[in-house]
């Protein structure tokens, strides 16, 4: 469940950044190797927050790791932090976004993905989401 403000009861375990990096209406997703959380969902990339990381540089990090693309911190612009709580966990979930000229092939890290692919918000709206992208998606794109 999604929250855009801080609930009261709130426990946070961790923050997680999230990165849609965008060309021409559309955006990556990564599908996720079966034998990870939330296994055979899709997502764009990110990951949690390492100690004392700052946030941007998270986002930079895990684009890098999980799509090989390199992006400056100056590209990267901050979009919103919600609220999110799943059955085991509450967390932070910072959303970030970026432009870029071409949709560059995407190098995925095998073990934690098996597939990428530039897709339109309503195209990604019909694959298994990873939980609550749905509401980020609408959210983001306004849809």
């Not at 000229?101 to 918000?121: F, G, M, S, V, Y």
């Amino acid at each position: 469940m999604i929250f855009y403000q801080e609930p009261d009861d709130f426990d946070k375990k961790f923050d997680v950044v999230g990165c849609f990096i965008i060309n021409c209406g559309q955006f990556v997703l990564l599908h996720r190797q079966d034998d990870k959380p939330q296994g055979d969902t899709w997502g764009i990339p990110g990951g949690k927050k390492n100690d004392k990381e700052p946030l941007i540089k998270t986002a930079c990090r895990e684009t890098f790791e999980e799509t090989g693309l390199a992006i400056r911190q100056s590209k990267i612009a901050f979009f919103k932090t919600l609220y999110v709580r799943y059955p085991e966990y509450d967390f932070v979930y910072h959303i970030f976004h970026t432009t870029i000229d071409r949709q560059a092939k995407i190098k995925i890290n095998k073990q934690e993905h098996k597939d990428a692919r530039w897709l339109t918000p309503q195209e990604a709206l019909e694959l298994p989401l990873i939980g609550d992208l749905d509401g980020c998606l609408k959210l983001f794109f306004g849809k």
